[in-house]
């Protein structure tokens, strides 16, 4: 089941430009700086009520979102949303037509499980989807629900 917006992704070609429209200008608050080696690039968290927005910044011109500034320029990258159980709800949009970009979910961001689906299938956007650590969810003293 889809929980809620948990971020929307911007790649950016200047982080300090970035930080000073979203940060400084907007009054967003920067929560984490993550760097993401299996990603390429590295991720400024910056809270937006209950969500966030992910600055993206590539640290390998073969990244991904290298490749994606240099074909469409700065901007949207993706739309993440948190869901309670990945593997069920990739089987669900699986079987709506979505088609995911791997065949499993990985590690991303923050620790959560991730998962993309390709544009074509979503009318347009980067989907991704994404799963709270077990500690995110259930919270301190909880027993787990045997989710990474």
């Given at each position: 089941?889809i929980?809620?917006?948990?971020h ?24 984490q ?8 690039l ?11 927005l992910?600055l ?5 011109p073969?990244?991904?979102v ?6 469409k ?30 065949p ?9 499980k ?20 077990s500690?995110?969810v259930?919270g301190?003293?909880s ?5 990474a």
């Amino acid at each position: 089941m889809i929980k809620k917006i948990d971020h929307l992704g911007i790649a950016v070609l200047d982080p300090a430009r970035g930080l000073a429209i979203f940060s400084e200008a907007l009054g967003l608050r920067l929560e984490q700086i993550e760097d993401i080696p299996s990603q390429k690039l590295r991720s400024y968290h910056l809270r937006a009520g209950e969500s966030h927005l992910e600055l993206l910044f590539p640290t390998d011109p073969e990244s991904t979102v290298a490749k994606f500034i240099e074909k469409k320029g700065a901007g949207f990258h993706h739309l993440a949303l948190e869901v309670d159980d990945i593997e069920e709800e990739r089987d669900r949009l699986t079987a709506a037509g979505f088609e995911p970009l791997s065949p499993e979910p990985f590690l991303g961001a923050g620790g959560k499980k991730v998962l993309f689906f390709h544009p074509r299938t979503t009318g347009g956007v980067l989907l991704e989807i994404c799963q709270a650590r077990s500690a995110d969810v259930e919270g301190p003293g909880s027993k787990g629900n045997g989710h990474a």
